[in-house]
């Protein structure tokens, strides 16, 4: 799995094109502020893992980065472009929603951005050394 966190100030996305055929029909968007952004990338050898392996290891890094940078609220969106290797939609899923439940049951707000949708992002990232972190997890 790869994962590259930015601490951004604010974050907000809007549904352009839909490219999953079975996801969800979205339309809106939605907007955060004082937020970590995790664009994650979970990749074909994570299913040779325990989900809830693989979603500890996500969470406890997300975590962290939240305590470096004063934070509360974590996003988690699906980035497919951080390695060659992509795991299943399904076991993708499965872990986003894992991940997000244990971040909700540590009293985080926490989100997740459309899953099979290309969006349009505004992203407003201050530049300090643990705004931006990269992890292959």
Not at 22 to 42: C, H, M, P, R, W
Request: contains cysteine.
């Amino acid at each position: 799995m790869k994962v590259l966190v930015m601490y951004v100030n604010e974050f907000s996305y809007t549904p352009a094109e839909k490219n999953l055929e079975e996801a969800e029909t979205i339309t809106e968007g939605n907007s955060f502020k004082d937020s970590i952004l995790a664009f994650i990338q979970v990749e074909e050898q994570d299913e040779e893992k325990d989900v809830k392996s693989r979603e500890k290891k996500l969470v406890n890094h997300l975590k962290w980065t939240a305590r470096k940078n004063d934070c509360k609220r974590v996003i988690l969106h699906s980035f497919a472009h951080l390695s060659e290797s992509k795991a299943s939609v399904e076991f993708t899923q499965e872990l986003f929603n894992q991940a997000e439940q244990r971040l909700k049951n540590a009293d985080f707000k926490t989100a997740q951005t459309p899953f099979g949708y290309f969006l349009d992002l505004k992203i407003d990232a201050p530049g300090f050394s643990l705004a931006r972190i990269w992890a292959s997890l």
